[in-house]
């Protein structure tokens, strides 16, 4: 048996390219989240790639790449502009030649197809001598066939560009037919295997397969064969040229194998008719002549299989078993066509007069997920990638991100703008300090508490102004170095690849490729836009900066960093209590203003501002994107994201969501600046009261120095904490612009490297082109020289010698273009057919020797010449069962040669599965007569091809238990 070399994969890093789309098309965050599954989806490859160097990978570690990389797929648009990676392997039937793209798709093709070549191996390595064996080999063959048949439908269809031939509709339909013809063998070997079984008595109770059956079985094994050599025959050229020999998918030995196997499995069904007609004259007196008809073609045709084996040098192995077949022939046919002669007296049909065999399809490709559960040993690993949201939905992610920034920056400038102007109003009338002191004062000059603590702080923070204008200098300088290279490399980008089109491109091979400036164009309008917000925070840093040098602003720090004491002693001594006189004349204590209406004033507006900046929070808080990333991720789930084969979603699902949570951001800033315009007439009512309290205060002049010390420590520590809070903003402006900057400079440089792969990928193609062009005018000189020599010695040569061997000093084709002698009768061992082994009919052919060589002693033909690399022999692809059958291996037919007969009977079974030459006649035993009845043997045997048995049993029930009518209408349902 045969079995598929698997594909070999160079090194590729996929993990860098995925971990920056996740962070350019989602954010750092979720690159650090899914850095571990990317991780493990590198692992798995590199194991893979380790393990088709050393011989053969695990069929778990394929199965597991395999499952995740399909399920990763939908998240990675890999393509030769977005997340490129170069994904190289070569080609299983050419290992010298590779294909090289930028597509998941192609990787999974290539993983899908070692799939099946680790399938079909383990087929073409069973035990083949048992019946368990045999049914491994089946099953093994027949996964095989259903992982190239679904890389050839649903994978390898929507590659983009050009592949390897393996991996062509044609390649893959070749390893399809290749595995069904040896699934089909296989079912043929059990057939025989079984009723030799049957006829010997080692399986007592089962009956024999009728022998129409085992004709029909190895007819459709023939077909099989056939229809893989013909795809050899599409690729490689049906007309016998060298230059087509030197194209084909396969090594010429391959070829010559499938042609070896496809002309013994037609001698085989050809032989099983024959016994067929045997067992009807055996049964009902008559289809002897039917029978010598049937062998007679099944003889011409395994002797033309064996002078086709023998030009081609095949194994001794497959020549030994055609030979027995050949033979086991020759003794039946013998004695049933002297018994006719004598006896029956039938007419022997000519070979187009014989009834066509009806063939019996047993073998399909089995269901791709039933392979790979198997090979993940029945465990399904946990997927990879869970949550990452596709890209359909960034679109609704960024815009809702947008405007989440833009309600948060609106709400918190505006809450913060009327915030400090409360807070100035009230310092500028001295409040809350005035009051809280006159409500204290027993005479003695002291700070309030309330104030000194304000003071404290401000002044704990006045450090911060000195970091943060070091700070706001640094990023800025930073930043702008961001912008400057990123538009130096935009510029660089476009320069090379204008240079590029007007130096390179031709018009004879157009570059098809995005120009760089359309492709950057958008990066750089967002560099252009990053850089005017740049150049505004740089005007602001300014203004600020020369704020904080000011003057007037290091004398307000000077009074910050006073001591309480300092500051109690700017407070001036109250006065004796002054006293007016009544229109009575006594003497009484000037009357104090009562504070109680202007405090409660001044804590509901302090009470109001806290209200509002707990708001604000809660605002900012909600504005997070979490949740509404596990909508997304929802919804795309119930659209079927993730699911191997679902096509690209639609953005509206994602639109509709993110317009919903946008609105009610919306809703939420609006009750907020609503509350917060209610705060201005509780201002205008404090000022109104303040005013009253200083009009009872003002007579007092200690009472209005003391009040604008107060006014003066307040702006003091307005001022301070005003632009702490502004530096401090200004950094977390310059944090968040870096991070664009950051994106946006791998964005421009991953496209700058994308547009360079490209280019090299165009200049590269055009040199293979190049060298293609010219080894393809090569190999049509050699095709010409040679016709021409042949040509010559034909005409030199004696007509009754056509068929000698060319002189040794004659050159001849090579699989690798060399100039070794060769016979024209040997090309067929390069996978082309002889064209003096005959396909006619025995009757229609004048010379019945099956040996078209007219010479009785030929003179061995020399041996073809070692196949170069790049048409290895199949024993050179690393596949551990590759190339004709070893040694001890024989082919399927070869079970039809005989064992000793275990049964007694002196008369020997006439069938594949009996004893030795037997002498066939009317009272030959066929212990079991014509094989077509129900019992446990027939339903097994259905069972075994792959029927349930509820419909084995309902159809054997319906056919009145004929095994052969119950087949065929279980094949039709």
Known sequence: MLSVPFKKASAADLATPLRSYIKSSLSDADAETYAGDVAALQNLRDAVRAGLGAGGPSPKELALYYHHLTQAEPYFPVSDSVARVRLEWNDAWRPSSTAALSSLKFERAALLFNVGAAAAQRGARADRSGVEGLKLACKCFSQAAGAFAAVKDAVAPAIPGATSFDLSQSGLQLAVHLMQAQTQACFFEKAVLDRRRALSGAAPGTKPMKGSMVAGLAGKAGEF???????????????????????????????????FQRMCFEASEAYWAGQHWFEEGETKGTGYGKAVGWWAEAERRVGNALAAGEISELSPSLL????????????????????????????????????????IG?????????????????????????????????????????AAAACVTRTESEVKEQHANVRRQLAEAGLPGAVEHYASDQGEPRLPDSLWARVQRANQMTPQLRTGSDAVRTYAATQQGAANRINAAIAAEEAADLEFRSTRVTAAEPWTGVSSAALLAEYKKDCQHYAQ????????????????????????????????????????????????????GFIEPRPRYDTTALQGKLVALAQALSEREKTLQALKASTGSEGLRQQLSKTATDLGFGKPGQSSLSEEPFEVIADAEVRRLEAAQKQLLDALGMEAPLLAQTLQENARFQQARDVDPVNLERARVFRDVEAAVVAATTLVDQLGEGARFYETLGGRFERLETL????ASAQGLARADYAQVGSVAAQRAKQEDADAALARQLADQEEKLAAEAPEEKADDAIPADAEGPTPNGGGSAMNPKNWFSWGKKDSNASDTPAAANPNPNPNPNPNPNPSPSPAPPAPSAAFAAPSALGAPSLGPPAA??????????????????????????????????????????????????????????????????????????????????????
């Open 362 to 402: 047993i073998a399909k490709p089995l269901p791709l997920p039933q392979l790979l559960l198997e090979f993940m040993e029945n465990q399904v690993p946990q997927r990879l990638f869970r949550g990452l949201l596709p890209k359909e939905s960034r679109p609704a992610l960024l815009r809702y991100e947008r």
């Open 533 to 584: 917000l740049l150049a505004q925070a740089r005007a602001s840093d300014a203004q600020l900066l020369r704020q904080i040098g000011d003057g007037a602003f290091q004398a307000k720090l000077g009074l910050l960093a006073s001591t309480r004491g300092d500051l109690e002693s700017r407070l001036p001594r109250a006065q004796p209590l002054a006293a007016h006189e009544t229109h009575s």
């Open 888 to 973: 001890g291996a024989p082919p399927s037919f070869a079970s039809l040669s005989l064992a000793p007969n275990p049964n007694p009977n002196p008369n020997p079974n006439p069938n594949l599965g009996g004893g030795g030459a037997p002498t066939l006649g009317r009272h030959a035993s066929l212990g079991g007569g014509s094989g077509g009845g129900g019992g446990g043997g027939s339903v097994q045997r259905l069972v075994e091809m792959g029927f349930s048995r509820q419909k084995v049993e309902s159809a054997l029930a319906a056919n009145n238990n004929n095994e052969e009518a119950a087949l065929n209408s279980l094949l039709s349902a």
């Open 748 to 751: 421009v440089n991953d496209a």
């Open 225 to 259: 064969y056939a229809l893989a050599l013909q795809l050899c025959d599409a690729q490689g050229g049906n007309s016998g040229a060298i230059s087509s020999l030197l194209d084909s998918p396969l090594d010429p030995s391959w070829v010559s194998h499938l042609s």
């Open 320 to 359: 030994a078993g055609a030979e027995a077949l050949r033979d086991q022939i020759a003794r039946q046919k013998r004695g049933v066509e002297d018994d006719n002669a004598k006896i029956y007296h039938e007419i022997v049909p000519g070979p187009d007069r014989l009834e066509a065999v009806k063939k």
